[in-house]
């Protein structure tokens, strides 16, 4: 056993690999952050979400992330854009991608508010992409500098996106194994009937036992499609379920590139070959035919220097180990997860909740006994609010500011309490906080924030 | 590797199955699967309750433009009775139709134009002293509209005597009669906009957007049912009340102060909102409340949505009608009594905003944002 995990060891990081999957990889992720971010330009997110608002909700051992002020935030997505256009073509493609992944890192480290699990798939993907040759092959890099090409790369390059792509799914569907999603078919039952109005399918989607199939299929699919995809006898299939599910999610669901992403990163489990064709049809269409017959024979392979290896081999390890273990952080707290949300996030749960909250803040002057409500809009935007009042982590911030704005204007130690009204998979609203303790005086830290209601609904 | 996927896989699997049927208490929903009319509540929504709404409206305005001119070229006792009955007709139907901010009234910003209150008596009397009004102007939302006649009407003396002098023999008794002039044709002038393309082109947008995002007609009717049904716990209740502001009382804040008709406005509002929800008119139309009943939804003690929501009306309307005008001194006197109405309008608040939408899969959301 132990020789044979060795032998699997050795083989995933040494193994020759031809590098035409990742100059593909290079070219996909870096054409779709471009969309992404032009998009999210487009819609005018910036200003929205880190420009207008006038507190944001760090993460935990991230206060010190700020939005950089209007100019700052344009320039840093330009930043971006000029980053992803760079990775796409291969140009200064280590400084670009190192670049890519800070900037966007930084962007949605300044506010939870946004949270997607895609988006810190995105972070995942740019962070890897920093440790391959990506431009060694089919790139403006190599015609910049041609000692730089290199055809062949040891496997790991190629398999950690596998590994992280696996993951995804895996996890993904480990965490649709729940009562609401499988035996209630929670909360497709609730989203596929709001969607009756679309054409030809429309009609079924109204029907109970469309959402049960939509939850099974979706379950089954995350928890395998991985593995399809890795063996070379289902990958076509695996890759038209793919596109199929990933057009389809897309298509119901407002979950804007997350589909595109996916369906752009998972040609990476396709063959070297399948990968030559795409650069091959690529060289066409721009035009440079010649120099591949020189490069297809030679075999020039990459290998990083000792150190360097060690160091990456390192990284790689810790990574995986973090992110095997992450999805199972919320073992370590009581009740249940999804109306805690205590190690929700970071954990590749996608679509599972139909989750929505309406909070009253309270301030009560401990010296006159005096209370007032909170106008939750002159601290949060709307899309704020919304998120804060069913998210614990999120409710003791906006309280800690609340008991600072107070203070600044002159009430000592002002007493804030909050009244959130939320309803989880169509359960009805309940009481989500102890509305008699006062939130100033709550630390945030790893711990179960005892001050979390219980779930519980009265079966009729 | 495969021995070892397959291996991950079968633990990871009957781990996860064992710890799935622990049984979980939630998702308790019993849809029943009947496809919901969204095309057809749009079309009563449409054709009974919000043109009538309007056709009611724009008619006001016209009465209340009229009374206006007749004032203005005989301001006499009677003329100005006259005209504050018509304004309050107006005040009154206006309830009916600040719930549909969207398509044609959003486009004008029909609500903010019509009735942003307190009315700003400085920009109002600065108006008139300098001869200058700019419909425009964001400083001139609280020296337009419906609040601005209130006080124009009501406000400038202590009865009716003193009012009707300052039209005739006060200073800038001209300009003042030209401002109500302005003030009333614009009221008009925007009513009539709103009512052509709704009795034109907009029903067939508004009936044919029949999906659930931000942008469709349900979307957009929710939200502004929610969005409107705030302004009148807030604006109309709460702030006044002083339940925002550490106990400090607002009572001049109210909604109508000046002519003391608030409660009765509140009621209307919250019954119009109920009508809306209801689907209802003359009949009982699609609305809301089947969309509730034919998706299963559920109030969390077991009970269905819908009639929770009704009896939350119900009980929040009675707390209302247990109050009585002026407004303005109950807020002062009987501060208790308006409290608790605040604080079940509050509970409706929930009940629409989030148990509501929730149950719909309809987001309530003003901006747009992608989610996953």
Known sequence: MFNFIKAQFSSFFNTKRHIAPLAVMRMAFGAIMLISTIRFLLKGWVSAFYIKPKFHFTFYGFEWVKPLGATGMYLLFAILVIAAMLVTIGLFYRAAIVTFFLCFTYVELIDKTTYLNHYYFISVMAFLMILVPANRYFSVDVLRKPNLLATYVPNWTIGIFKLQLILVYFFAGVSKLTYDWLIAAMPLRIWLPANSEMPIIGGLLTHLWVAYVFSWFGAVFDLFIGFMLLNVKTRKLAYILVVIFHVVTGWFFKIGMFPYIMIFVTIIFFSATTHLRIIEFLRRITGKRKQETVSKRQEIVYQPGILQKQLIYSIIILHFTVQLLLPFRYLLYPGKLYWTEEGYRFSWRVMLMEKGGTAFFYIKDPATGKRSEVINSQYLTQFQEDQMATQPDMILQYAHLLAQEYQKKGIKNPVVTAQSYVTLNGSGTMLYVDSTVNLANEQEDWAHKKWILPFHTKQQ | ?372
Not at chain 2, 213 to 234: F, H, I, R, T
């Open chain 2, 1 to 372: 590797m495969r021995k070892l996927i397959y291996l991950a896989i079968v633990a990871a699997s009957t781990f996860f199955l064992v710890e799935s049927c622990k049984k979980s208490d939630s998702g308790d929903q019993t849809n029943t699967g009947s496809s919901f009319d969204r095309k057809g509540m749009l079309t009563n929504m449409s054709t009974n309750i919000i043109i009538p709404g309007y056709t009611s409206y724009q008619a006001a305005t016209v009465t209340l433009n009229t009374a206006v001119t007749t004032f203005i070229a005989t301001p006499n006792a009677a003329n100005l009775t006259a005209l504050q009955t018509a304004f309050q007709a107006t005040y009154k139907q206006w309830q009916a139709v600040s719930a549909f901010e969207f398509g044609p009234a959003a486009q004008i910003n029909l609500r903010v134009n019509t009735n942003t209150y307190p009315a700003d008596v400085n920009q109002i009397n600065s108006n008139i002293t300098t001869s200058t009004y700019q419909p425009d102007l964001l400083t001139n939302l609280a020296a337009k509209g419906l609040p601005a006649l209130d006080y124009l009407l009501f406000g400038t003396g202590a009865d009716n005597t003193a009012i009707l002098a300052q039209y005739t023999t006060g200073a800038n008794a001209t300009y003042r009669k030209t401002y109500l002039g302005l003030l009333s044709a614009e009221l008009k002038t925007n009513a009539t906009t709103v009512l052509t393309t709704w009795t034109s082109t907009y029903p067939a947008t508004f009936v044919n957007a029949n999906g659930t995002d931000v942008a469709s007609s349900v979307g957009q009717m929710l939200n502004q049912l929610v969005y409107d049904y705030e302004v009148l716990k807030n604006y109309e209740i709460g702030i006044p009340a002083g339940v925002q502001s550490m106990g400090t009382l607002y009572p001049q804040k109210v909604q109508a102060y000046y002519s003391k008709i608030s409660v009765q406005l509140a009621l209307l509002h919250i019954q119009a909102l109920q009508n809306i929800y209801l689907g209802k008119s003359a009949s009982d139309g699609l609305g809301f409340d089947d969309y509730l009943d034919a998706a299963g939804a559920k109030y969390s003690d077991g009970t269905s949505l819908n009639a929770t929501i009704k009896a939350q009306f119900a009980t929040a309307i009675a707390k209302l009608q247990a109050l009585s005008d002026p407004l303005s001194t109950q807020i002062t006197t009987n501060n208790a009594a308006v409290t608790a109405a605040y604080t079940e309008l509050q509970k409706l608040t929930v009940l629409l905003k989030t148990d509501m939408s929730s149950s719909l899969g309809i987001l309530i959301t003003y901006g747009d944002n992608d989610g996953d």
